[in-house]
């Protein structure tokens, strides 16, 4: 229903621009939601799109901007004369602009730099160089701050004169001469307080902070952790240099989730939505843990080379291989996918490792006896009874049973150490999921299946 | 840094306790951010919680409750007297209130109900019938609603004096007399706005909202898509019945994503924090596939069986098993994690299925080629030529890189198509991950491998 009506919308639209009504589509997409009006100036060519871009209200028009794809970002950008720059660049807020120039080429970029005033030039460069992943790339500038000594009438006087520059201003900082950071006051506090009282007695003065150098997913779990619309960003000096806001900090929340499932999938993560990817781009994030994984079956290979000759003997044993590795592999991975997530959500520091030794140890029991019965229950009546498959005998079922019990045991405590080492060492404990776990996992299942069968059969 | 100073707060308050200084202990707690304050409770024995929990301002014991675990929650609830969970329930918004009675046992949900006035008790009724996972589960009832004709001046004395009350008070609504959703106004557009101006003129028509029955995730979905701080719930007939927060929004995305995560690796997700939960419980959510996918490696084994002779003839074949087996599956699940993440950030449907295919056809092929030339190079240079292994020939060498080829080109377009096919017929695509896709892969790489030995050594 909801989606139906955004449907019907664009197509309003888009008769609007057939029949050439520039006024009455103007003044549709003035009133619009930014991001439908976006969604429709995608499908347009470069031409009408300009056109329409210039015929909207300033701030339409960078709130538009904003949500374009970078490719139409540039076509745009490439269009308009200089002066038109310089007005949509003091227009866009800071992060928005910085997330623009790192989709651009490197030509246009100076272009658009050297059409920025100073002050904006200075701040985006700033911003261009905090480092990957950290707060500082996905703060915004615009904040709203205010000083002790005003009183809430003129807070508020304030929040409403600069309210459509600060792209939050539901939460104030108060901020000393210095800009050092002494407090934080929301407007609905301010709203519900007395006009006279000062902005002081109002505050919090418990602040609580993220660093512009801090890896953004320490503030995205700040941010969730106390429900906040936003979180004010210190240099180490303390100084209030920017704000992070919960729009932002969704996106970040996505994108690490989408990060995280990648690597768990041996997928090298990237940040372009699939269909936009070319098949030699999949290709490439795809092949180097293909590769690798496939190397490291040498090993497997070669511990089954080993045992061929037993193995042509016992015939029988070969038809298990493929089930006891799978199963070893879904259980070590169930363990080390479920840590992992536990890290990355922050349920889970390496100082837990007991702990969740010892009840992986327990649940690794459960597994394995309920695995074991069954299994060897299964063979008796499909394989023996069923099936009537006389290679495999009763000794056969206790080898298989007895191997699957011990793999799925070093399965789950391999599943549920290596994540955690790996956070420890300072590596990233999502890519020790399902086919890294597998490939050692098989390897391990392996030796002990001929290690039981050579005792119990003698092989 | 931000983490030690937490700690330290924490610590004070431990001290104040020690020493018995209430008043200060009091002051401090009220001061505080209600995250924490619920952080220092939980840590305390019954006696003390109540005791500090009753010596609060109602407000703030009420904030500080919604954010203690349900264990601690229902130990309070045990202890006071039904005045005070009168004045508890009154106190709290309606979707924590909400949250809380589904965890309480039944006599304690009887209890507070009793206790609440009827209104309350009614909307809580409400809430409580919707289904879990629709948007009328995760919303909340208090919403700050405004009337068209107001003055902006009316509207933010309006704002101002619900401000206590309203757990989003930065958008607000306007209904008629009926409820009937009519428009849309932030709290930033009615400060810029002036005094005298109409609310009829400032508010937005185009009011984009969610439905009572929705799935939550079309909510998160638009909640992001447009970067909201919220959105209205409205029900069948479009009256105005609640609000959906970006908190909420936010918890959602998190939950989703460590659903999806836990089905694509086989468990059967659950609600409870890993570390909460008992060997048994994690047992019951991971032996039903590891069951399941134990069961149906059946058809591999007997695939084995059937060429047993064959393979006791050519013994060299069966090394390259297990690495036939894991390269297909990992390739596998590239491919429908890949597809079926894409899915639930809702960047694919079920009309993209060609391009999808025309795409994972090309990545296929262009691994296929990869990994066969590398295995090929890789056998004649280890196995044959380093490792001296007889039993390899090039003709072996030949079946496996085909095999190989061949498997990943299965495995990609199997893993790509599947969780598309759930999707379109209404199960969840994420169950269609690596587990799954493996076990069919496995099956089809030995037939695959079997049919090419056949062809080219006459096994």
Known sequence: MENMERADL???????????????????????????????????????????????????????????????????????????????????????????LEELPASVVTRVLKNASSGTRKVINQFLNYPDNSVGSIMTAEVTDLKKSMTVAQAIARVRERGEDSESIYICYVTDNRRMLEGVITLRELLVAKDDQLVEEVMSNDVIVAYTTEDQEEAVQRIMKYDFLALPVVDQEGRLVGIVTVDDVMDVMEEEATEDIEKMAAITPTDKPYLKMTPFEIWKARIPWLMLLMISATFTGLIIASFESALARWVALTAFIPMLMDTGGNTGSQASVTVIRAISIGDLEFSDLPRVLWKELRVAFLCAVTLGVVNFLKIQLIDIALLGNTNVTTAVAAVVCLTLAFTVICAKLVGCCLPMLAKKLGFDPAVMASPFITTIVDALSLVIYFQIANHLLGI
Request: glycine share 0%; charged share 35%; hydrophobic share 45%.
């Open 10 to 100: 664009l197509e309003q639209w888009r008769e609007l621009l057939a029949v050439k009504d520039l006024r009455a589509l103007k003044a549709a997409l003035t009133e619009a939601n930014e991001v439908d009006a976006a969604e429709f100036m995608a499908e347009l060519d470069l031409e009408r799109t300009v056109l329409l871009f210039r015929m909207l209200p300033k701030e339409v028009a960078s709130d538009v901007f904003t949500n374009l794809e970078p490719e139409k970002q540039e076509t745009i950008i490439s269009s308009i004369t200089d002066r038109e720059i310089t007005e949509l660049v003091e227009e866009l807020y800071v992060d928005d602009a910085v997330d623009m």
